[in-house]
């Protein structure tokens, strides 16, 4: 899951495709390294074995009694210790074959069967468990017509511990290499992308409203630039598409609303089903003009240190209580004065005044409102706000078309019928929820959640 979550990131993906490739780049070259090696210790080893096959060739001679012998004596030490793992042999087919003491009681095998007139290499297993790397050839001596098998051998441990040595050194200097390449390219790459996560950044003030634009471009790299000067145009045009569709859709609501509220008023001095079904349509045309101008008004932005969301409540829990002093509310409200919201002020006094409003209309006499701030299972930090009353509450079953614009459960109790639909659409536009729940106090119960700072 981890590896996932790295593999998502730009810094994730560069790193580990460039780990990727110099693993695969010193694994390659370690290998062709390590055999390189190999090659060069094995060819120094057949010239060594090489050089004293002919040195035995050069001291050979036939006696004039036909004996194979000697005429200098082989002085080097290591053919004369038993098992020294340096080793020497000449044989011709019906002779018993001349050794070198070092193999003591055990004698090569050799091949009179097939001639070897060029010298051949292989390995073959030699004395106390060695393997011995053999040279061979087959000579006619000048002074007979004789055919003699002479072969030089050496033990293979000497020469494996050279190459196990080497690849061991080679492995702890190309690990080497690769950690300090990957700090290097973690270095680069945070260093490199510097200037994305300064973007990042002032992106993200533009978005919670503390910047209009990204600054800072003149010590941006110059291909950088170019984004940050089209990002930049972008806002503003989009800034301006905003603040003119908000002016349309206010001229057209206020343009509407006065011809509306003429024909509502000369219907209602007239009789008949077609005054009834036009006052109806007039009502329902209200209700859209209404709802469309209200969410014309919706700021959606950040409001850059944060509101506090107490300050805001309770100053709302006043002005409903002077509204409904007839009933002797009791309203309590549970929130710290840490607690920020994310967001323009006009749209939590929205959001909070239409919901302790209904809550104090349909409350028999207690109201409860609680703020909590989250930050587990969310993407950002989160305000959990409830608000309950005591009334009869609300069927689970209509809950959902509570938030339709102009639906209204008792058409006798004043209202238009767009406040929930308001809220909805300001806590979607944050990146909210709000739904409708069982209360607390037993009536119905609104729980919403709303960017926190």
């Known amino acids: 899951m981890h590896r996932k979550r790295i593999m998502k990131t730009l810094t994730g993906r560069l790193i580990i495709s460039a780990v990727v490739w110099s693993v695969a780049a010193l694994t390659v070259g370690g290998i062709v390294l390590s055999f390189a090696f190999r090659s060069y210790v094995l060819t120094d080893v057949d010239k060594r074995l090489e050089l004293i096959l002919d040195t035995l060739v050069?001291?050979?001679?036939?006696?004039?009694?036909?004996?194979?012998?000697?005429?200098?004596?082989?002085?080097?030490?290591?053919?004369?210790?038993?098992?020294?793992?340096?080793?020497?042999?000449?044989?011709?087919?019906?002779?018993?074959?001349?050794?070198?003491?070092?193999?003591?009681?055990?004698?090569?095998?050799?091949?009179?069967?097939?001639?070897?007139?060029?010298?051949?290499?292989?390995?073959?297993?030699?004395?106390?468990?060695?393997?011995?790397?053999?040279?061979?050839?087959?000579?006619?001596?000048?002074?007979?017509?004789?055919?003699?098998?002479?072969?030089?051998?050496?033990?293979?441990?000497?020469?494996?511990?050279?190459?196990?040595?080497?690849?061991?050194?080679?492995?702890?200097?190309?690990?080497?290499?690769?950690?300090?390449?990957?700090?290097?390219?973690?270095?680069?790459?945070?260093?490199?992308?510097?200037p994305l996560r300064k973007i990042e950044r002032d992106l993200a003030d533009v978005r919670a409203g503390r910047a209009e634009k990204l600054t800072g471009s003149d010590t941006l790299p110059d291909d950088l630039k170019p984004l940050v000067d089209e990002v930049n145009g972008l806002l503003e045009q989009n800034h301006k598409l905003v603040d003119r569709a908000r002016t349309h859709v206010g001229n057209l609501a206020h343009a509407l609303k006065t011809p509306l509220s003429i024909i509502q008023n000369s219907t209602e001095k007239l009789d008949g089903d077609t005054a009834d079904l036009i006052t109806v349509q007039t009502r329902r045309i209200r209700v859209h003009v209404d709802h469309h101008l209200k969410r014309a008004r919706i700021a959606g932005g950040g409001t850059g240190p944060g509101l506090p969301a107490k300050e805001r409540i309770d100053k709302l829990v006043k002005a409903v209580s002077v509204i409904a002093a007839d009933k002797n509310l009791t309203m309590n409200v549970d929130c710290s004065p840490e607690l920020l919201f994310d967001g323009e002020k006009e749209d939590f006094d929205e959001v909070m005044g239409n919901l302790v409003e209904n809550a104090g209309k349909w409350a028999a006499s207690r109201v409860a409102i609680s703020v909590n701030r989250i930050t587990d299972g969310v993407r950002r930090p989160m305000l959990e706000i409830s608000v309950d009353d005591d009334g009869e509450g609300v069927a689970e079953d209509k809950r959902d078309g509570l938030f339709q614009r102009g639906h209204r459960l008792d058409e006798q109790v004043p209202g238009t019928g767009l406040g929930l639909a308001i809220v909805q659409d300001i806590v979607e536009m944050y990146g909210g929820t709000v739904q409708l729940v069982d209360g607390k106090l037993g009536g119905l119960g609104v729980l919403m959640m709303l960017p926190a700072k």
Do not use: C
Not at 65 to 74: E, I, P, S, V, W
Not at 76 to 93: C, H, I, K, L, N
Not at 104 to 126: C, N, P, Q, T
């Open 58 to 194: 050069g001291v050979s001679e036939v006696s004039p009694d036909g004996n194979f012998r000697f005429n200098q004596a082989l002085v080097d030490q290591r053919f004369a210790t038993p098992y020294s793992g340096w080793y020497w042999q000449v044989s011709e087919v019906g002779n018993e074959p001349l050794r070198s003491r070092s193999l003591w009681d055990f004698a090569l095998d050799a091949d009179h069967e097939e001639r070897k007139f060029a010298l051949r290499y292989s390995i073959v297993a030699g004395p106390d468990g060695q393997t011995l790397r053999l040279a061979e050839h087959d000579i006619i001596l000048p002074e007979a017509d004789r055919i003699f098998h002479y072969q030089v051998a050496t033990d293979m441990a000497e020469v494996q511990r050279a190459i196990a040595r080497f690849n061991w050194l080679l492995a702890s200097a190309l690990g080497l290499i690769l950690l300090t390449v990957t700090l290097a390219l973690v270095l680069q790459v945070r260093y490199g992308l510097q």
